[in-house]
Every structure is written in structure tokens, then in C-alpha cells.
């Protein structure tokens, strides 16, 4: 099972996080946030930081490089600190589901807005481009 737009990889990441969504009852708006932010954040890939040494030490599909960002939402090690956490595609999803829920009126924000209102990114433009593709690959792994 490859999931509609991603490789073999990302549809790892996918599912762990779609899981997560289901678990965590978010529904099919809060799974396309997910997958939207880690399409933008690290093309859905688990991304460890030399600035954060202990990243290193799990599994990671790559190298990100972004101040001490890590994992596949790029979630701030000096915030999140939990790194074992951070580096674990349902763990992070977890704990994007609960910064997210925390989102005033998040059930019914546009996704690439309430992606923002999660990261607070820098490029608060960038979570569009990856919207409809979350779509398709929330429905396809059954939200």
C-alpha cells in the first residue's frame, strides 16, 4: 500500500500519523492539518538536527538543519522536549493534535491556517501548496 502521492517512505509516516488522528478522534479535518504540516515541515520524512545531537541517536530518515528543529512537524526541541517523542511519527503527531486542539475554533479553520496557528512558522504561505494532496491521503487511509 502506497498512499495516492507519496512513496513508500512518506506513507509510513502517513499512516502513523493518520492512526494518531483516529485515536485521537481529530477526524478528517485534524488528519488533513497533520498531513498538510508534515508535507510542508519535511516532505513527511523524520528529519534529525546535528544542533540537536540526541536526534541523532534514533531512527531518521534525513538531516534537517532549521535552528533545532526536528522530526517530521519540525517541532522545536527547545519546546518540545521530549526528543524521543519528537522523533516518532505517532508520538509527534500526538503532540500536534494537542497543540492543535488547543486552537480556538480549529474544527472549523481552513487547514492551511490552522496548520499555521500550530507552528507559527516563518512562511505562514507555504502550508497551501500541500492542502488538496493531504486530502487525498487522509480519505485514502480511511478519514
Known sequence: LVLPG?????TRNALA?????KKENV????????ITTGLTESSLRILANNAVPPSLQYPHDGLGSDHDSIGIFQQRASIYKDIRCDMDA???ASQFFKVMKGVSGWQTLDVATLCQRVQKS???????KFTAL??????????
Open 90 to 92: 505517532a508520538c509527534s
Open 122 to 128: 516563518a512562511y505562514p504561505a507555504a502550508y497551501q
Open 6 to 10: 507519496l512513496d513508500a517512505l512518506q
Open 17 to 21: 500519523i493518520i492512526a494518531e488522528a
Open 134 to 143: 493531504a486530502v487525498g491521503v487522509c480519505k485514502a487511509g480511511g478519514l
Open 27 to 34: 477526524g478528517p479535518h485534524g488528519c488533513q492539518a497533520a
